[in-house]
């Protein structure tokens, strides 16, 4: 063998060692970049969230008139639930408050227009200066994208390639095994776990939160209004529709006995103010108080997020506990919020 021959042989391989990488990649399309979609691709891996559903915008049709955000409880709220309106859910893990601004602003540019409706899942925990001071925004994933031959990059990548593998495999064997999977139609999706398992993670995720986000270093942001009346002054010709994520009722209880009532009370009353109203699903109620709809107390299962996108499009024909979900505005918030505090009374 010459030299020669020996150096276009090794080409060769080489070519088609990397032209079949970047073929599989495009194929399963782990990062949401070329809208590939088949039964080898149908469970996806989360990779980051806000690079592959801004790749998704990006990269694919966005024609949708209305925009749903939120942090990760919100992301278990399927998009196609919504009774006339067509959906997209741009919520990710761990959403700060602001970050709202930029995610809508991102959107509306690739629409080329105003939302007709943005749908805005809230948080309590989301509230104290701690998860809501610092300034955060998508600008460096705005960067990632513009980067020169950035798409092309992606299919020449090795850790690409690895996630790739590990949507082709669970896709395979049509499974879902990780705490959020979606499919191509940007549903997400929770692996079943059972009993015994949700009650250690309810109780490690009440600890939590008694020891980060409910206890003696938080602080409800003074400024937690100023940052939701901004978005309704960059969006003047939009409707909001505003709702608060149902926790548990046990880590609800942990809310109550960190002594978070009076600051829940004030972020109501605060969102009101600013949107006029808001349906409010986090108090102690039928759905809550089931933990079998959490795998962790804080995190619900999709069926849940089914009856809050039936409840806010008023769908008629959907079965909807009747005690699941108050709308609440300035006429009725004092009312509701005496009804809260009872529950809260009995939950000692």
Do not use: C
């Amino acid at each position: 063998m010459t030299y020669k021959s020996f150096i276009f042989k090794v080409l060769s391989i080489v070519f088609v060692v990397v032209i079949s990488g970047a073929s599989f990649i495009y194929y399963i399309d782990p990062l949401w970049l070329f809208g590939s979609s088949n039964e080898y691709n149908d469970v996806q891996t989360v990779i980051d969230e806000r690079q592959q559903k801004t790749n998704f915008i990006t990269y694919q049709p966005f024609d949708y008139d209305t925009l749903l955000i939120g942090s990760s409880r919100t992301t278990y709220i399927n998009q196609h639930d919504f009774k006339d309106m067509n959906v997209y859910n741009f919520a990710v893990s761990n959403m700060s408050v602001r970050e709202y601004n930029s995610f809508i602003e991102f959107a509306k540019e690739r629409r080329g227009k105003e939302f007709d409706t943005i749908i805005i899942g809230l948080d309590f925990f989301k509230t104290s200066l701690d998860q809501s001071a610092a300034p955060r925004s998508l600008d460096s994933y705005k960067v990632k994208l513009n980067e020169r031959f950035y798409r092309t990059k992606s299919l020449l990548s090795f850790d690409s390639l690895d996630y790739a593998y590990t949507n082709f495999k669970q896709s395979r064997k049509n499974e879902v095994v990780e705490e959020r999977n979606y499919n191509r139609e940007n549903v997400a999706v929770a692996k079943k776990i059972d009993s015994k398992t949700i009650a250690t993670q309810t109780k490690e995720k009440i600890k939590k939160f008694k020891d980060v986000f409910y206890g003696k270093t938080y602080q409800y942001n003074p400024d937690y209004a100023i940052y939701m009346q901004e978005l309704i002054n960059n969006n003047p010709n939009t409707k909001f529709i505003v709702f608060t994520t149902p926790i548990s009722t046990q880590l609800f209880e942990a809310l109550v006995e960190e002594g978070r009532l009076s600051d829940y009370d004030r972020w109501l009353k605060d969102v009101t103010t600013v949107f006029g109203e808001v349906t409010n699903f986090m108090y102690p109620n039928s759905v809550t108080n089931d933990i079998t709809n959490y795998f962790d107390g804080h995190h619900f299962y999709p069926p849940v997020g089914t009856l809050i996108a039936q409840s806010l499009s008023n769908d008629s024909k959907a079965n909807i506990p009747a005690d699941f979900g108050v709308k609440v505005t300035a006429q009725n918030i004092e009312e509701h919020l005496a009804m809260v505090h009872q529950k809260a009374e009995q939950l000692k």
